[in-house]
């Protein structure tokens, strides 16, 4: 029978840590994610479907006037990237070590990135005029905070309707900071722990922890929040205000704005 690969190495073994590496959350609205049901949306507005672009224009226009305000706000900088091959961490590890690591928003990253959209469309055989799923490109803002829990974090915004939010945090860096508040001695190589001073204390409950508490609070990001969504269109649910994503708040529009109110 073949033995499990910790105990063939067991003599080289320290000790084995469960605990999540990188997670990443996908946010959007589910009324308007989809284009039946952005379709419906602009008919309950009043806004014809060929003026679509008009319309998600003015909102792209608004997200990047906001992402300017929160840069300036915040004494950070806009960086626009235009080749693929720069690693955007490489780019914030320099920010990093010139700042350090407190918390707050430390740079914000612009590319142009492959994004969802729709696209108007009138079939001549049912006489009906809706939106179709299309696909493009859009620029995309990387917001990089410092969060006092989770270490560094970012939050995904793309500029063109349907808005779909990524938030990404690291498994790794949660547990490097509770063990740094806790006194414990570690090394780290990149993404691994190469030495824990006390395995017991953070083998087996470390994923738990993360997964009881943490995963919870950021998996209700306010996603699309950014926007201006707020319970005009009945998505009071996915609000939530939590201390893991406080960093992210300064995103928000005024209250009650409204995707609509364009």
Same mark, same amino acid.
């Given at each position: 029978?073949?033995?499990?690969?910790?105990?063939?190495?067991?003599?080289?073994?320290?000790?084995?840590?469960?605990?999540?590496?990188?997670?990443?959350?996908?946010?959007?609205?589910?009324?308007?994610?989809?284009?039946?049901?952005?379709?419906?949306?602009?008919?309950?507005?009043?806004?014809?479907?060929?003026?679509?672009?008009?319309?998600?224009?003015?909102?792209?226009?608004?997200?990047?006037?906001?992402? #300017?305000? +929160? =840069?300036?706000?915040?004494? /950070?900088?806009?960086? *626009?990237?235009?080749?693929? &091959? $720069?690693?955007?961490? #490489?780019? +914030? =590890?320099?920010?990093?070590? /010139?700042?350090?690591? *407190?918390?707050?928003?430390? &740079? $914000?990253?612009?590319?142009?990135?492959?994004?969802?959209?729709?696209?108007?469309?009138?079939?001549?055989?049912?006489?009906?005029?809706?939106?179709?799923?299309?696909?493009?490109?859009?620029?995309?803002?990387?917001?990089?905070?410092?969060?006092?829990?989770?270490?560094?974090?970012?939050?995904?915004?793309?500029?063109?309707?349907?808005?779909?939010?990524?938030?990404?945090?690291?498994?790794?860096?949660?547990?490097?900071?509770?063990?740094?508040?806790?006194?414990?001695?570690?090394?780290?190589?990149?993404?691994?722990?190469?030495?824990?001073?006390?395995?017991?204390?953070?083998?087996?409950?470390?994923?738990?922890?993360?997964?009881?508490?943490?995963?919870?609070?950021?998996?209700?990001?306010?996603?699309?929040?950014?926007?201006?969504?707020?319970?005009?269109?009945?998505?009071?649910?996915?609000?939530?205000?939590?201390?893991?994503?406080?960093?992210?708040?300064?995103?928000?529009?005024?209250?009650?704005?409204?995707?609509?109110?364009?």
């Amino acid at each position: 029978m073949t033995k499990a690969l910790v105990d063939r190495y067991d003599d080289r073994i320290a000790g084995v840590l469960s605990c999540y590496d990188r997670v990443v959350i996908t946010g959007t609205l589910p009324t308007l994610c989809y284009a039946d049901g952005m379709t419906r949306f602009l008919y309950a507005k009043n806004v014809r479907i060929f003026d679509y672009p008009e319309f998600a224009s003015k909102l792209r226009d608004r997200v990047r006037e906001r992402a #300017a305000a +929160v =840069a300036a706000e915040s004494g /950070a900088t806009i960086e *626009h990237i235009t080749k693929s &091959h $720069v690693r955007k961490e #490489a780019v +914030v =590890a320099k920010v990093l070590d /010139a700042r350090g690591d *407190h918390p707050g928003l430390v &740079h $914000v990253i612009s590319a142009m990135e492959a994004c969802n959209a729709y696209k108007p469309w009138h079939d001549k055989q049912t006489h009906k005029t809706f939106l179709k799923p299309d696909s493009g490109k859009c620029l995309h803002y990387y917001f990089y905070f410092m969060n006092d829990e989770l270490g560094l974090v970012y939050l995904r915004v793309p500029t063109w309707a349907p808005f779909r939010l990524q938030f990404y945090c690291n498994g790794h860096s949660w547990l490097a900071r509770r063990m740094t508040a806790e006194g414990i001695g570690f090394t780290a190589a990149d993404n691994a722990f190469v030495r824990i001073d006390d395995w017991p204390r953070h083998q087996p409950e470390a994923a738990d922890k993360f997964a009881r508490r943490e995963l919870r609070q950021i998996r209700a990001l306010l996603f699309l929040r950014a926007l201006g969504v707020d319970r005009v269109h009945h998505e009071a649910g996915l609000h939530g205000h939590h201390r893991a994503v406080a960093r992210i708040h300064p995103l928000h529009l005024s209250r009650d704005e409204a995707i609509g109110h364009v």
